[in-house]
């Protein structure tokens, strides 16, 4: 089975803003959320921390955890992963990622 899958209405998403964008409110999703940005900065709250994020970050939110951003412009791809598709590994490898943002480095990530 794949990771990533129509069929269950997963999704990959790029986003590209030039002006300032804030979420209203914080939000949960049902699924996994990969977030990874490619260019700009943001601020990224989790529960009740925030973190200052910049171009080649990703952070993985679990079902059910309250989050949202703000900041000027970005760009970001968005991956939603819905755990009823995943194995016992796949779940337990999102599951044990970090829940604070991890930067990549110089990572090429805006060839994608």
């Known amino acids: 089975m794949s990771l990533i899958s ?3 209405k997963n999704f990959i998403n790029k986003t590209s803003k030039t002006a300032r964008i804030n979420m209203p409110v914080p939000h ?3 699924h996994y959320e990969l977030y990874f940005l490619t260019a700009g900065e943001r601020i990224y709250f989790i529960k009740e921390n925030s973190f200052q994020i910049s171009e080649n970050t990703i952070v993985v939110v679990k079902p059910g955890v309250f989050h949202m951003t703000g900041g000027e412009g970005f760009t970001r791809y968005l991956i ?3 755990p009823d598709i995943l194995n016992a ?3 337990k ?3 044990d990622f970090p829940e604070y ?3 990549l480095g110089n990572v090429a990530m805006n060839s994608i």
């Open 6 to 8: 129509v069929e269950y």
């Open 28 to 30: 949960k999703h049902d």
């Open 80 to 82: 939603n992963i819905f």
């Open 89 to 91: 590994y796949q779940k």
């Open 93 to 95: 490898y999102l599951y």
């Open 101 to 103: 943002p991890v930067h």
